[in-house]
């Protein structure tokens, strides 16, 4: 009896985010942009080309991303009953996503400092295999876009995959790199416009800043417990309050995932009932997804409570 009682009890802890057609796509283009990288760097390294090199390095560097996305995948799935984490590895996504930002960042300083110096100090350039080069990039990414465009938006509406979206602008990254610089080179070519090759590095730089910016402002608080909006707090503050004589001496509510919150409530109240019932009123709150009630019959002291 106690045993049927305390399974019926028990929450379920797996809030990761199951999303293999993300994971699997992401695979291919991890495939795709490490063949593009070894062909570039052993091409740019027997010809000579610095531009070839630069290229490969430079894509050596979302290969890393990629295999984070990856890995963040596998471990969320492989430990997603794993008790030693309190509210499962729903958070893993969050932390791959918060990952990728930070190496998105990098790269964008590396560019920034790369197009500055090049500003200062003007490079002799090989325009036809910098355009090759750029073009060929360009192709490679806008594969890789199609590929993981389908899932980061058909995920948009139901769950925030933060390490999806990293991936996504991992390519979306590249993919503006090449494409200010095939315009850059062309300009370079035909009207002898040098400077607005390392001008272009920075602006791309500069892009690529705000969208790293972007996912750490999102993936930050998650992992940091960010609280829910006041409004929808206070909303549930009131839900219970309109209740009888409840009254809430403690609230808190924090993202266990891209997508679920935890709550604990603390309340006192005249006439204590189960915490079923509490948690009952709740049922509307769809963004909750693990309540946990601490009822308090009133005394003297809580009575005090406004």
């Known amino acids: 009896m106690h045993e049927r009682t305390l399974q019926n009890l028990r929450h379920d802890h ?3 985010l199951k999303n293999e057609r993300g994971e699997r796509r992401t695979m291919y283009v991890l495939i795709l942009t490490a063949i593009t990288m070894v062909v570039e760097i052993v091409a740019g390294t027997v010809f000579g080309s610095m531009a070839l090199l630069a290229d490969g390095w430079h894509m050596a560097t979302h290969v890393a991303a990629f295999l984070i996305t990856i890995y963040a995948y596998r471990y969320a799935r492989q430990h997603a009953k794993n008790t030693a984490y309190s509210f499962g590895t729903g958070k893993v996504s969050v932390l791959g996503g918060f990952a990728s930002a930070v190496a998105l960042t990098v790269v ?3 560019m920034l400092a790369e197009s500055l110096h090049r500003l200062i100090d003007p490079q002799i350039i090989q325009f036809n295999a910098a355009i090759g080069v750029a073009v060929i990039g ?3 990414n806008v594969i890789s876009a199609f590929l993981l465009k389908d899932d980061h938006h058909h995920l948009h509406d139901h769950a925030h995959d933060h390490n999806l979206k990293a991936a996504y602008f ?3 990254a590249d993919a503006l790199t090449s494409l200010l610089a095939i315009v850059a080179l062309l300009a370079g070519k035909y009207f002898g416009w ?11 730089a500069v892009i690529i800043t705000r969208w790293s910016y972007g996912l750490v402002k999102q993936t930050g608080p ?19 309050e309109k209740d009888s004589d409840d009254r809430v ?4 509510i924090w993202k266990i995932s891209s997508s679920h919150y935890a709550a604990i409530i603390s309340l006192v109240t005249d006439n204590p009932r189960p915490t079923a019932y509490y948690k009952k009123l709740l049922l509307d709150y769809h963004k909750l997804a693990h309540i946990t009630v601490e009822v308090n019959e009133c005394d003297d002291e809580s009575c005090a409570i406004s």
């Open 194 to 204: 040098h400077w607005l090759d390392p001008v272009m590095g920075i602006v791309g």
């Open 138 to 140: 360009l192709g490679i």
């Open 108 to 110: 964008a300083f590396v």
């Open 249 to 252: 001496s403690d609230i808190h």
């Open 170 to 172: 991992h390519v979306l």
């Open 14 to 16: 797996d809030f990761s």
């Open 222 to 240: 998650i992992l940091l417990d960010g609280s829910i909006d006041e409004e929808y707090k206070l909303s549930i503050k009131d839900c219970i």
